[in-house]
């Protein structure tokens, strides 16, 4: 079993929509959670970075962590064409572990 | 306010030549890690080094890869004798405090090796 399992997608809204991105993992030792968006050719770049259970919220991005669960999640609200990119998830105990992405299609 | 920067972006070399990656990690962190990406793949482990020490090296290859980051300029990530399986995105990214966790990674935008 991966550490951390992420739906590869590709996932495909229309604009406007609100997305709903997720990872579950099985170490139940990860304290650090965060969410990568990865335009095509360029480097991952940290949206959220959140430390143990709750929500997080900045804009039209909002992470949970729900470490009962297991389980992490990305909304995006208002979904526009530019948030078109594949999203990591990673976390973190003694090392970084990421999820495989999720590529997003939002549709004008 | 420069993030992590690596050069080159791309980098051609025939089979069994040496690539040379560089990545300088953002201003203040001295944790400097490297992933290799294939095309449609997610991020793959495979060093992480502080200034001078090689912490964890568990995701590299035993032959032909090295990786070093001294205390004066970038960190380096080297193949010798390139073969065409090595072709992929190589990023390089940085954190400011110790551990792993408690800084999350900021990466560049990658070096993107061809072997032909």
């Known amino acids: 079993q991966k550490e951390v399992e992420q739906d590869p997608g590709p996932l495909s809204v229309p604009e406007g929509a609100i997305v709903s991105l997720n990872c579950t993992y099985s170490n139940s030792a990860f304290q650090y959670f965060m969410w990568y968006r990865q335009y095509s050719r360029k480097g991952p770049e940290l949206l959220m970075y959140?430390?143990?259970?709750g929500n997080k919220e900045d804009g039209r991005f909002t992470a949970q962590v729900d470490k009962s669960s297991k389980y992490i999640s990305l909304f995006i609200r208002d979904s526009q064409p530019s948030d078109s990119a594949t999203y990591l998830c990673?976390?973190?105990?003694?090392?970084?572990?990421f999820g495989s992405g999720t590529k997003l299609n939002v549709k004008p | 306010n420069a993030g992590v920067m690596q050069n080159p972006r791309h980098l051609v070399r025939r089979r069994g030549q040496e690539a040379r990656l560089r990545c300088s990690p953002m201003k203040g962190h001295s944790h400097v890690y490297w992933y290799r990406q294939l095309p449609e793949e997610g991020l793959k482990f495979m060093v992480y080094?502080?200034?001078?020490?090689?912490?964890?090296e568990s995701g590299m290859p035993k032959e032909r890869f090295s990786a070093e980051f001294p205390k004066e300029g970038p960190s380096i990530l080297r193949i010798q004798q390139v073969v065409r399986g090595d072709s992929a995105a190589y990023f390089c990214?940085?954190?400011?405090?110790?551990?792993?966790?408690?800084?999350?990674?900021?990466f560049g935008n990658g070096t993107r090796l061809t072997v032909t």
């Open positions: 959140t430390y143990s259970s």
């Open positions: 990214a940085s954190s400011q405090a110790p551990g792993q966790g408690n800084s999350p990674l900021h």
């Open positions: 990673a976390m973190a105990v003694n090392k970084f572990y």
């Open positions: 080094l502080q200034k001078e020490n090689i912490i964890d």
